[in-house]
């Protein structure tokens, strides 16, 4: 049997919260059912903030009851603070999404806290969590470089990470939120981290913002990481972090993966009545790269041949 990876979805969360048209949540959970039929099993669908900060996340409650069922399939909720986690705790999502950004600059934007508040707080939801059996997984944001203080010395993100499973976090990701790491960073970042605790209990998630989006996937892939997050078509972008563009493809990170050996159980024929979606939905072209070589293909009379 090849080797599991796991993918997360988050189109529908990070991909959507900083467009400009506003997707409606019939639309949403369309999407979501097309990128489950594809095979997709772990999904981020929404975060729990306020409406005003981030006006395409308002339906998290009522997108919730909306969203496909089933034993195999794996939510989480992204949450900013106590309160967006005690609503994602009632609308009953069984892991929640913490962030935690590298510098005072971003915490501060993103939170309205500075570093070390934003630290204490998240070790509040974790100890919350754990009482109440949620799992918790932790975003390190901003690990290679702050999008207003620029580049962060390899031991603040692993500091970061180190505390935040001293304080009980199940899961640590590793996030490249403005697409500004290389291969050679996600090395030395994830390798002693790696060491310490176990590739298992690591996400990556990565934007391609500069084009070395699969470079750095591989170089995670190469060190045992097996969990990465993707948005569908590309879709993505933080509304707090000046320059970030959309998220690694998942067609791409799918291609990628499989190609290499990992079997992620996602279908990219599939995927593409789901880019098909949320470009629609958007108004905005989207698709990765696997998609425009599959058409070009297709263009000239042939049947893409994948793997």
């Known amino acids: 049997m090849a080797d599991q990876a796991i993918i997360n979805e988050v189109g529908l969360r990070d991909g959507l919260q900083n467009q400009p048209v506003t997707v409606d949540t019939d639309t949403k959970a369309r999407l979501a059912r097309l990128l489950v039929d594809a095979g997709m099993r772990y999904l981020e669908p929404v975060s729990f903030v306020s409406p005003k900060a981030i006006p395409q996340m308002a339906d998290a409650a009522a997108l919730t009851p909306l969203l496909p069922q089933g034993d195999h399939l794996h939510y989480t909720a992204l949450i900013p603070n106590l309160k967006g986690y005690q609503l994602a705790k009632e609308a ?6 913490l962030v935690l950004s590298t510098t005072d ?10 570093l070390e508040q934003a630290a204490q707080s998240c070790e509040a939801i974790i100890a919350a969590a754990r009482e109440d059996g949620i799992a918790t997984r932790t975003y390190i944001s901003g690990a290679f470089a702050c999008p207003y203080d620029g580049p962060v010395p390899v031991s603040l993100p692993q500091q970061l990470a ?52 699969a ?18 078509g590309g879709l993505g972008g933080c509304p707090f972090a000046p320059g970030a563009t959309g998220n690694m493809a998942t067609e791409d990170l799918v291609y990628l ?42 263009k000239q009379g042939k049947t893409p041949c994948l793997w």
């Open 215 to 232: 470079a750095m996937a591989w170089e995670a892939a190469d060190l045992g990481v097996r969990k990465f997050d993707a948005s569908v």
């Open 92 to 97: 009953g999502y069984p892991t929640v999404a």
């Open 257 to 298: 993966l499989e190609s290499c050996g990992l079997n992620t159980g996602i279908q990219i024929e599939g995927l593409r009545e789901a880019v098909a979606l949320a470009a629609e939905a958007t108004q905005r072209p989207l698709g990765g790269r696997i998609l425009d070589w599959m058409a070009s293909q297709e």
């Open 162 to 213: 180190e505390r935040m499973f001293a304080a009980g976090s199940d899961e640590v990701a590793i996030a490249d939120t403005i697409g500004a790491g290389n291969p050679q960073q996600m090395k030395a970042i994830m390798a002693p981290l790696i060491r310490d605790f176990g590739a298992e209990r690591f996400y990556v998630h990565l934007h391609d913002t500069r084009g070395l989006a």
């Open 105 to 114: 600059s971003f915490n501060e934007r993103n939170l309205r806290m500075s």
